[in-house]
C-alpha cells in the first residue's frame, strides 16, 4: 500500500510519499502554486506516476485539537481532490509538523519546510498503522 501525504497551504503544498510497504515516508516535492485546479492537476499526475493507493492530508488543528479557519480551507480542498481521484482521501492531525519541520531544517530553504511536513505527518500515520 502507497500513501500519498498532502500539507494543502494557500500559496504551497508538500507532498511526501510513502514506500510500497507502507512503513517509511520520504519527501517528494513542494508545490508551489495558489491555484488549487493546478495543486490538483498536479496530486493527480503524482498519484498515477507512483502509483498510490491512498492519500493522506494534513488536518490544522489547533493545539486544543478544534477546527480553524484553515482546516474549513482544507477540507474544502479534500472535497475538490475527492472528485478529481479515485482512490481513498483521508485525513490525520498535522498539529506542530510545520513548527517540527522548521526546527530540523533552521537555514534550509523555507519552501521545503511543507514537503517535510508532509513527510512528518505522513510518518507519524504509518507509525500508527503498523501499531495495530
Known amino acids: 500500500m502507497k500513501y500519498l501525504g498532502i500539507d494543502y497551504g494557500t500559496k504551497r503544498t508538500g507532498i511526501a510519499i510513502s514506500d510500497s510497504s507502507a512503513r517509511l ?6 508545490i508551489s502554486s495558489s491555484v488549487q485546479k493546478a495543486v490538483i492537476e ?11 493507493d ?5 488536518m490544522p488543528l489547533n493545539l486544543s485539537g ?3 479557519e484553515m482546516s474549513e480551507m482544507v477540507a474544502r480542498f479534500i472535497e475538490k481532490l475527492r472528485n478529481h481521484v479515485t482512490i481513498p482521501v483521508q485525513t490525520t492531525d498535522e498539529r506542530l509538523t510545520s513548527q ?9 530553504n523555507k519552501k521545503e519546510r511543507d514537503q517535510v511536513a508532509a513527510q512528518i505527518f505522513l510518518q507519524n500515520f504509518l507509525d500508527g498503522l503498523s501499531s495495530h
Do not use: D, F, H, Q
Not at 25 to 30: A, F, L, N, P, Y
Not at 54 to 58: D, M
Not at 100 to 108: D, P, S, T, W
Open 66 to 68: 478544534e477546527k480553524t
Open 54 to 58: 491512498s492519500i493522506i492530508v494534513g
Open 100 to 108: 517540527m519541520a522548521e526546527k530540523i531544517l533552521r537555514g534550509i
Open 42 to 52: 498536479r496530486i493527480k499526475n503524482i498519484v498515477v506516476e507512483e502509483k498510490v
Open 25 to 30: 515516508s520520504v519527501v517528494k516535492e513542494t
